[in-house]
T-cell receptor
Framework: GENVEQHPSTLSVQEGDSAVIKCTYS??????FPWYKQELGKRPQLIID?????GEKKDQRIAVTLNKTAKHFSLHITETQPEDSAVYFC?????????FGGGTRLMVKP | DAMVIQNPRYQVTQFGKPVTLSCSQT?????MYWYQQKSSQAPKLLFH???????NEADTPDNFQSRRPNTSFCFLDIRSPGLGDAAMYLC?????????????FGPGTRLTVT
């Protein structure tokens, strides 16, 4: 089955700096790669996603890149703000099945 | 608003006492999922339904069962909860049976086992 590894597990940045979270996946048939943000005690919420026919996607301060050959994808958050503090999960999907990475706890210091 | 609803939000049960968690959706999505999420871990898929077709993950314990009586509702039954089953249980839905589509999560039910 699919295996998704996510790094780092914790990330602390200063407000205004950029944050980068990286994930690798094992199943070359995976074709959908969402990123979820989860605040303490709340549901995971989709913040951005990318499909396998696209190499990069951007939405305001958030961008995702995908390298299918190397089987890795990354989340980039620019101009971080304290409200960006949360746990971020990457995931890879083949068919209906989402496999999550282990999560990254992002802390943005004011 | 179209959404995924879970009840109750908090559930306390005794060791070994059966418990049922419920999920409903107004999105009319074909696929419904149940995830278990323990503290500081990623959600772990227990099973999913594509319409009425049930798909069980290989490592989901037999203690966990599910029912989907219609498109809108899905239930998670834990037959004999153990202390290790204490977790957040998340229901999710998606539209596209072929995958490559967003999963919409409910707010979760936090289960405590005493």
């Amino acid at each position: 089955g699919e295996n998704v590894e996510q790094h780092p597990s914790t990330l602390s940045v200063q407000e205004g700096d950029s944050a980068v979270i990286k994930c690798t996946y094992s199943d070359s048939a995976s074709n959908y790669f969402p990123w979820y943000k989860q605040e303490l005690g709340k549901r995971p919420q989709l913040i951005i996603d990318i499909r396998s026919n696209v190499g990069e996607k951007k939405d305001q301060r958030i961008a995702v890149t995908l390298n299918k050959t190397a089987k890795h994808f990354s989340l980039h958050i620019t101009e971080t703000q304290p409200e960006d503090s949360a746990v971020y999960f990457c995931a890879a999907s083949r068919g209906n099945m989402l496999t999550f990475g282990g999560g990254t706890r992002l802390m943005v210091k004011p | 608003d179209a959404m995924v609803i879970q009840n109750p939000r908090y559930q306390v049960t005794q060791f070994g006492k059966p418990v049922t968690l419920s999920c409903s959706q107004t999105l009319n999505h074909n696929v419904m999922y149940w995830y278990q999420q323990k503290s500081s871990q990623a959600p772990k898929l227990l099973f999913h339904y594509y319409d009425k077709d049930f798909n069980n993950e290989a490592d989901t314990p037999d203690n966990f069962q599910s029912r989907r009586p219609n498109t809108s509702f899905c239930f998670l039954d834990i037959r004999s909860p153990g202390l290790g089953d204490a977790a957040m249980y998340l229901c999710a839905t998606s539209r596209d049976p072929g995958g490559a589509d967003e999963q919409y999560f409910g707010p979760g039910t936090r289960l405590t086992v005493t």
